[in-house]
Each structure stands twice: as C-alpha cells, then as structure tokens.
C-alpha cells in the first residue's frame, strides 16, 4: 500500500476563486496532486467570509484551500504573467474561473497556454458556457439556482416563492462535474501525450443535474405531460412528523410497503388498488403520502425507527448541522479529524469521503496565508535570489 495519493506526481496550478474552482482542486490536492494556489494582491475573496480567528484565514477559505501553497502574482504586470508562464511550462493542469475577455486579456486563454505546454490540460469553470450568448454575464451561485428552475422548483415544493437551497449547489455541482472532466482529459492524455482545454458552465451543468429525474414528459415528441418527477415535488415529500420529533423513511419495494402496512395496522392497504405494484403506487403518490404523514403521527420516532429497522425499511433521522460533529457512523469511518495549523491553533477538517485501497492519500498540511510560498515556488523554477529580491521590490510577486 502506498501512502500517497492516487494523483501524486501531477502539479496544477489554482488561479479560481470562491468556491467554484477551489472545490475542485481542493479534491486533488487531497488525493496527492501538487497544488499551487495562484492570488491576486487583494487574495481570494473568501480569506475573509465568516468565522476567523486572524485576518485573510477564514473557516470557509481554510477547508477549500487545504494542502495547497500559495503564491501572489500580480498578472496585471508583465513580469508576473512571465512568472505564470514559467509555471505552466512544468505544470500538468492549470484551473480558472474566468470570463472569456478578462481570461484573454490576463493571459490565459487556452490558446496563449497551448503555445507554452501543448500536453497542458486547462479546466474553464465558468457560470455559462463561451458559445452561448450569456457567456460574458456575471455568475454566482444564487443567479444559477435562479436561472436553472432550481429556484422555482424548491418553492414549488414549499408552497411558497422561489427559494435557494441553502449551500452552494452550482457551484458544488460544477466543481465535481470540473474534477471528473479533468480526470478525463488526463486519461486521453495518458494515451496520446496530447492535452487539451476543457469547459464546465454552471448553468448548464446544473439543468443537466437537475433534470436526471425531472425530465419527463418533454423527453418524448410530442410530450406525454409536463416536465417534473411527481413524487419529489410533492410538498409531502418531506421527513414525518411523529408524537414527538420527525423521522426520514422510504418504503420501496413491495415488501416494503406490505410491512410497513402491517406496522401501521392497515392490512387492508396490501390490496389496495390504488397502491398494489410500483406503478400504481407512483399514480397515486400523493394519497400514498397522505396515508404515511397520518400514520407516523400516531408513534414516537423511536417506536418508527426499531420498527422500520425489524423490517428492513429504508429509514434516518432527521439530523442537525451540529448532530453530524458527534454522528457514530461518521466517526467510525474517520470523516473528521483534528489538527494542529502552524497559526490558527487547534483546527478540525473534513477527510475526503472517498477511500482507495492502493493508494492512501496522507493530510499534508493546513491552508496557506496569502502568498506565503511564494519564495518558495520562485526558488524552485530557479530563480536566483537577486531576482526574487527584486521582484518582491517591484510587487511583481507577493
């Protein structure tokens, strides 16, 4: 067994911000990749969002950015851009999140970095794809949940006005939809030497997400009805309510639903037309849903959970943000670990969620103050003191 990571070896360059981008390398840095985190002077936005306990090294930014070095380059001067291209010369993956113009006029549009490393795989995340026409638009994660019907589907769900999910879905989705578009084009490099720039959008890979199950009706010419899977917009697709609490359960199969009938003391529903076969069950959805919701309000949630467990039912709690910190299972598998950061103190992580059983990736250490290897990095493309010392002068590189 190996003790380091599966993408050990590979160096990628970071110029994303925010979280669409840092998610992204993010993964890779945790499965061994080599990653260098390229700031502007001002540094990632999100340095400074929510809890801290110094300036520039905030909660948010510290679990995005661990494992990565951190080097400031200014690329509005020339000598940074030529630093950044000394970069990309021995680099494998170069991750951006930039617009089309800006990306240009920066210098690292896909074609000025093919001339540098023709085998150099670089990821566009961007909000909407280059060859439609909201492509030079501004993207945040609630404009795409707007934008993608994610919005208007969750307050058709709560039977209220359209909502955010409350984390960053677009851009969650499009980090991972970025890493294994990634994994992709290195593989096709693996066969032929030849690298090659790859586009994930926002918007459209959130409608792709988004429509798995919810294109429906529309997926046939002409239509066999609307768009949208009935029983998850359904406002009674919810956790149930019992004497006191709620619990998560999803009767399935139809061994399911002839026990859970049985638990309920309704016999009589294994014969029910309206619910006898999957089919059946999926017409009749929100009756089905009706008889459950009246059911669970009759037994405590402990009474639910040892009785759906008897009978193998698919069955959760219903589990805070805070319940996850002291959940059995997570623990067990190692989900959270403590660690001591060389400035913050004491800190505790996330561990990948992923396991390989070959190569094990190892922590490497906490994230990185804004440039603080910048040095470093400089001193490992070979640069000599002299030059570094000048361009710290001249903030060429910070």
Same mark, same amino acid.
């Given at each position: ?5 599966p993408?050990?070896?590979l160096k ?9 981008g840092?998610?992204t ?10 990653v ?11 340095r ?21 070095r951190?080097?400031?380059l200014d ?6 851009k ?11 993956i ?13 210098g ?6 093919a001339?540098?490393?023709?085998k ?7 909000g909407y794809?280059?060859s ?7 993207a945040?994660?609630?404009?795409i ?14 039977q209220?006005?359209p909502?955010?999910v ?7 989705v499009?980090s ?8 992709a084009?290195?593989?096709?490099r ?18 792709s997400?988004?429509?798995v199950?919810?294109?429906t009706g529309?997926?046939?010419?002409p239509p ?10 359904l ?6 309510k ?10 399935y199969?139809?061994k399911?639903?002839r ?7 309704q ?14 069950r999926? /017409?009749?959805t929100? @009756?089905?849903y +009706? ?6 309000? *009759?037994?405590? !949630?402990? %009474?639910?959970g040892?009785?759906l467990?008897n ?8 589990s805070?943000?805070d319940?996850?910190?002291v959940d059995p ?8 670990e403590e660690?001591?950061h060389?400035?913050e103190?004491?800190?505790?992580r ?21 440039? /603080?290897?910048?040095? @470093?990095?400089? +001193?490992?493309m070979?640069?000599?003191?002299? *030059?570094?010392e !000048?361009? %710290?002068?001249?903030d060429?590189?910070?």
């Amino acid at each position: 067994m190996e003790t380091k990571g599966p993408l050990e070896g590979l160096k990628v360059l970071d110029l994303s911000s925010l979280i669409l981008g840092p998610y992204t390398s993010k993964m890779m840095a945790e499965w061994g990749a080599d990653v260098i985190k390229i700031e502007a002077p001002a540094g990632d936005i999100t340095r400074n969002i929510g809890a801290k306990r110094t300036p520039g090294m905030s909660a948010i930014f510290m679990n995005l950015n661990l494992s990565k070095r951190s080097i400031v380059l200014d690329l509005k001067k020339p000598e940074s851009k030529d630093i950044l291209i000394r970069l990309v010369k021995e680099s494998d993956i170069l991750i951006h999140n930039y617009r089309p113009g800006p990306a240009k006029r920066l210098g690292i549009s896909y074609q000025q970095l093919a001339e540098v490393n023709p085998k150099l795989i670089a990821c566009v995340s961007v909000g909407y794809g280059r060859s439609g026409c909201y492509s030079e638009r501004p993207a945040y994660d609630d404009l795409i949940q707007g934008i993608s019907g994610m919005a208007d589907l969750n307050g058709f769900y709560n039977q209220s006005s359209p909502g955010y999910v409350p984390t960053a879905l677009a851009d969650k989705v499009g980090s991972l939809m970025s890493l294994s578009t990634i994994l992709a084009a290195l593989y096709h490099r693996e066969k032929t030497g030849i690298g090659q720039e790859v586009e994930v959008a926002m918007f459209e890979a959130l409608v792709s997400f988004l429509l798995v199950e919810h294109f429906t009706g529309p997926t046939f010419e002409p239509p066999l009805g609307p768009v949208g899977h009935l029983r998850q917009m359904l406002p009674s697709r919810r956790p149930f309510k019992t004497k006191d609490g709620f619990i998560c359960a999803l009767p399935y199969t139809d061994k399911h639903w002839r026990a859970i009938f049985k638990i309920m003391r309704q016999p009589e529903l294994v014969d029910d037309e309206r619910f006898v076969n999957v089919a059946k069950r999926t /017409e009749f959805t929100k @009756e089905l849903y +009706q008889v459950l919701e009246d059911a669970f309000k *009759q037994h405590t !949630s402990s %009474f639910w959970g040892e009785e759906l467990a008897n009978c193998d039912i698919p069955f959760a709690p219903v589990s805070s943000l805070d319940d996850l910190f002291v959940d059995p299972h997570l623990n067990e598998v190692g989900l959270f670990e403590e660690y001591q950061h060389p400035t913050e103190g004491r800190l505790r992580r996330v561990n990948s969620p992923v396991t390989f059983s070959k190569t094990v990736p190892t922590f490497q250490f906490g994230a990185s103050h804004l440039g /603080e290897h910048s040095r @470093e990095i400089l +001193q490992e493309m070979g640069f000599d003191e002299d *030059q570094i010392e !000048s361009f %710290f002068e001249h903030d060429v590189v910070q």
